[in-house]
C-alpha cells in the first residue's frame, strides 16, 4: 500500500497538470475541473422560465436535441467571469448589464462630438471618401480596410477605453469554458452519421463562405479561412475541432481559443474554450474535457500522469487499448510509465 501511495504521489510530482477534481456533468461524462477554478451551470429549463421568447423557432432546438434538461455549463479561472454569465442568464442581470455597461455605449455612439472625432480619425487615412454618396459596398470595403490599418484600430480603441476598463472591472473574461449539452436525440448528429468526412469538411467550408456573404460584415472576414478538422474519435463518433482563434479586426489585443462538436450516446456536446492572458498558446480545454475522451490524441492523451487515481488511470489505458485508440506498443510504453 506504502509502495502504490508513493507512486501515485511522484506522479503528482512529475505531472505538469494543475491539481483538477472531477465532477459528473450527466449523460455518463465526466470533466475536469482545475484547481482554483469556479463552476457555474444552468439547465434549458431555467432558462425558459426566465426568458419564454427563446424558444420561438423550437424547430433547431429539437434538431440538435435540446430539451428541457439540456444543459449551460461554464467553468472559468475568477468569479467576475462567472458574475458575467450569471447576470446574462438573468432577468435582472442582463438589465443591470445593459443599464450599466451597453446603453453608456449606445449613448457615446449618438453622442455628434463623439462621431466627429470617429470621423476625423477616418478621413485623416481616407481623405478621399464620400461619406455623403458612399454606398453599401463601398462602406463594407472601407470597415475592411480600416481593420487591416493598426494606427486606426488603436486611434478606437483609446476612444473605448473607458468603457472597456470600466467593463473588465465588473466582468473578468478571462479563462472560460463553456458546455452546451443536450438532453435527447439530435436529429441533425443522426443525419450526418453515415456521410464521408471530406464531403462534411466541404460543406462546412461552404456554410462559412456564405455565412461571411450575407452577413457584408467584415469582422467575419476570416471566417472563410477558418481552420479546422472533422474526424472520428474511438468510439466512432464525428466531432469538428478547432484551435484557429477567430481574432476581431477591431481590437489589438489576441485571445486563444478552441471549439469542439462531437456527440455521445447520440446527444450533442459543444465546447468552447477560450483564454485572454497567460495561455502558451493554448486553453485549458483538452485538460477539461479529458476524462470524456471523446477527444483522444493516442499519441499525447497518456502522455503524463494526471491527478486521477492510479486504478482508474490504468482503467482508462486499457479501454483506450481495447478500443483500437492505442496500439500495443503505445499501450505498454504508457503502461511501463504510469508504474515505473
Known amino acids: 500500500m506504502k509502495k502504490l501511495l508513493g507512486i501515485l504521489v511522484l506522479g503528482l510530482l512529475l505531472s505538469g497538470n494543475v491539481i483538477a477534481k472531477s465532477k459528473n456533468i450527466g449523460n455518463g461524462l465526466s470533466i475536469n475541473i482545475p484547481n482554483n477554478y469556479k463552476y457555474f451551470e444552468l439547465t434549458f429549463r431555467q432558462l425558459v422560465s426566465r426568458f419564454p421568447d427563446i424558444t420561438s423557432d423550437e424547430q433547431i432546438y429539437d434538431d440538435f436535441g435540446i430539451g428541457v434538461d439540456a444543459k449551460l455549463i461554464v467553468i472559468a479561472n475568477n468569479k467576475k467571469t462567472i458574475k458575467f454569465f450569471d447576470d446574462v442568464t438573468s432577468i435582472s442581470g442582463l438589465e ?18 463623439f462621431l466627429n472625432k470617429m470621423m476625423k480619425i477616418i478621413q485623416k487615412e481616407e481623405p478621399n471618401v464620400d461619406f455623403e454618396n458612399i454606398t453599401e459596398d463601398e462602406m ?21 477605453k473607458p468603457y472597456i476598463k470600466k467593463f473588465n472591472a465588473e ?22 452519421k453515415s456521410e464521408d468526412i471530406d464531403n462534411l469538411n466541404q460543406i462546412v467550408r461552404d456554410g462559412l463562405i456564405e455565412l461571411y456573404e450575407e452577413a457584408k460584415d467584415p ?42 462538436i462531437t456527440s455521445h450516446k447520440d446527444r450533442i456536446l459543444i465546447a468552447l474554450s477560450i483564454c485572454v492572458e497567460k495561455c502558451n498558446n493554448t486553453t485549458d480545454f483538452l485538460d477539461i474535457i479529458k476524462p470524456t475522451n471523446l477527444y483522444v490524441k493516442s499519441s499525447t492523451v497518456v502522455s503524463e500522469t494526471d491527478n486521477k487515481d492510479l486504478t482508474e488511470q490504468l482503467k482508462t489505458l486499457s479501454e483506450l487499448y481495447k478500443s483500437g485508440a492505442l496500439t500495443k506498443e503505445e499501450f505498454t510504453k504508457a503502461k511501463k510509465k504510469l508504474l515505473n
Open 219 to 260: 469582422s467575419l472576414k476570416d471566417i472563410k479561412d477558418w481552420k479546422f478538422k472533422i474526424a472520428k474519435n474511438h468510439n466512432g463518433d464525428l466531432y469538428l475541432y478547432s484551435n484557429d482563434s477567430l481574432q476581431s479586426p477591431y481590437v489589438t489585443s489576441k485571445f486563444h481559443q478552441e471549439i469542439f
Open 140 to 160: 463594407v470595403q472601407l470597415m475592411e480596410k480600416i481593420s487591416d490599418n493598426p494606427k486606426m484600430i488603436k486611434a478606437f480603441e483609446r476612444l473605448f
Open 96 to 113: 443591470k448589464l445593459n443599464r450599466k455597461h451597453v446603453e453608456p455605449l449606445m449613448q457615446k455612439f449618438q453622442d455628434q462630438k
Open 171 to 192: 466582468y473578468d473574461l478571462d479563462k472560460y469554458t463553456i458546455l452546451l449539452i443536450g438532453d435527447k436525440k439530435s436529429d441533425f448528429i443522426d443525419e450526418i
